[in-house]
């Protein structure tokens, strides 16, 4: 069987929302509260999904990332980015809940409230949105897939890829990364062969350190405590 996706006539949309053990009863209440204020509604078919429209107020750029599990990267990055709107992705409800705690804590204390969450999943958000839409983008230790037959799952793949091009102006930025051998091969051939994408590597310390602007995710840490090596790499839209 191919290792790429199946054509779009037999593609499903295999992620639901995922609901792991109960919750806290805490967590449960700002949950139920806090979601529907923060969540991304999708257009009717074909329809545009504007970003602008999401905030209160006008935001600088909006900046997405797709599979934030439990939002550690994208919630440090909205706090050092305040003018930014952030537009995020997880179909995992427990991953979900726990950033829209430490929204709900930030924004109901005066923070800067620019999240907002799409429970479900990604190809939904990427097809929504309009050309030139999002000024940087993430996928970061995205799901292996390490068998071959169920590689075409993988979230990074051509189609993933020639979403990002088409909603990232040129000039900036998409940022992936895996600690999975197999997977930083794979993330590679897909970027060489998309040509609107350029990596931006010169040496090894480019995609083995992560930048000073990258935050920590769980699952970058998870890795390292593992023994693994993580890859960072940042392609930049031509
Ligand atoms: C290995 S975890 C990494 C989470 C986070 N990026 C990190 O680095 O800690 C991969 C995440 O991608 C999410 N995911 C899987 N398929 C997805 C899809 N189609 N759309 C959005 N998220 C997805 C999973 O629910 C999971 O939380």
Not at 99 to 111: E, F, K, N, P, Q
Request: hydrophobic share 40%; aromatic share 10%.
């Amino acid at each position: 069987m191919s290792d790429e996706e199946p054509a779009a006539a037999s593609r499903r949309l295999i992620y639901g929302r995922r609901r792991g053990r109960k919750f806290s009863p805490t967590r449960e209440t700002t949950f139920a509260d806090w979601l529907p204020r923060l969540s991304i509604a999708l257009p009717s078919a074909d329809g545009v999904l504007d970003p602008a429209a999401l905030f209160a107020q006008p935001m600088k750029a909006y900046w997405a990332e797709v599979g934030f599990g439990d939002g550690q990267h994208l919630f440090a990055l909205a706090q050092a980015n305040p003018e930014i709107g952030f537009l995020g992705v997880e179909p995992y409800e427990p991953g979900v809940a726990k950033l829209v705690s430490h929204i709900a804590a930030r924004v109901s204390t005066g923070g800067p409230d620019n999240i907002r969450i799409l429970m479900d999943d990604a190809r939904l958000l990427l097809k929504a949105l309009p050309d030139n839409s999002i000024a940087r983008g993430f996928t970061l230790f995205p799901d292996p897939w390490p068998k071959k037959r169920h590689q075409w799952r993988r979230i990074v793949n051509a189609d993933t890829l020639s979403d990002w091009a088409r909603l990232i102006p040129p000039g900036h930025e998409l940022r992936l990364a895996t600690d999975v051998p197999d997977y930083q091969r794979w993330m590679l051939r897909h970027i060489l062969a998309e040509p609107r994408f350029d990596w931006l590597a010169e040496t090894s310390r480019d995609w083995l350190q992560r930048p000073a602007d990258w935050p920590a995710s769980k699952y970058e840490q998870k890795a390292i405590a593992a023994g693994r090596t993580p890859h960072y790499y940042r392609l930049r839209r031509v």
